[in-house]
């Protein structure tokens, strides 16, 4: 990894680092290899989606003020990226559906819900917050290929270098 990169994004270096340590956490859990246990691994990775869900709503509406606070159009400055856009917007659309989701599901949940019925929710939340985890890891990796492609104009020796930063996110100050 480029050292520039939690520099240059650190809301994104921040959100790689939850999903490659719940998936490291996760596959510990599933070989035996860690105490803590499997039910609890995965109730991290349950909660963790609509968590993760949270930032990334949080993010796009920052990003969406500021795109309308400036005088360019607004998709004038996505037009050049259209695989970024297509990875930004699932990533949105996604964690934010799954999130909702799962909140839904919690809180609709009867109070006298019985053993196996409360397993089968649990197995949803996993699959919801994975479903999460995986677009949010995309966007991430996306936004390092992003980085690594055009560095910022800091990072080279280059006169010439590009003055736009490579990352289209809160972490550029957009």
Excluded at 85 to 111: D, K, S, Y
């Amino acid at each position: 990894m480029s050292a520039r990169f939690p520099v240059a994004s650190p809301l994104q270096t921040c959100k790689l680092a939850a999903v490659l340590v719940t998936g490291l956490a996760t596959i510990a859990a599933l070989t035996g290899l860690t105490p803590v246990g499997l039910l609890r691994t995965l109730l991290i990775v349950a909660f963790l989606g609509p968590l993760l869900g949270l930032v990334v709503l949080v993010e796009t509406v920052v990003v969406g003020y500021r795109v309308l606070a400036t005088d360019d159009a607004p998709l004038g400055r996505f037009g050049d990226r259209p695989v970024y856009v297509v990875v930004r917007v699932l990533e949105v659309v996604l964690t934010v559906t799954a999130g909702g989701a799962f909140v839904v599901l919690i809180a609709t949940l009867p109070e006298d819900l019985p053993g196996p019925g409360a397993i089968g929710v649990l197995f949803v939340g996993v699959a919801l917050g994975g479903l999460v985890l995986v677009a949010v890891l995309v966007r991430t990796i996306l936004e390092y290929v992003l980085h690594r492609r055009h560095p910022d104009p800091g990072d080279s020796d280059d006169p010439d270098a590009d003055p736009q930063s490579a990352s289209r996110s809160v972490d550029a100050g957009e």
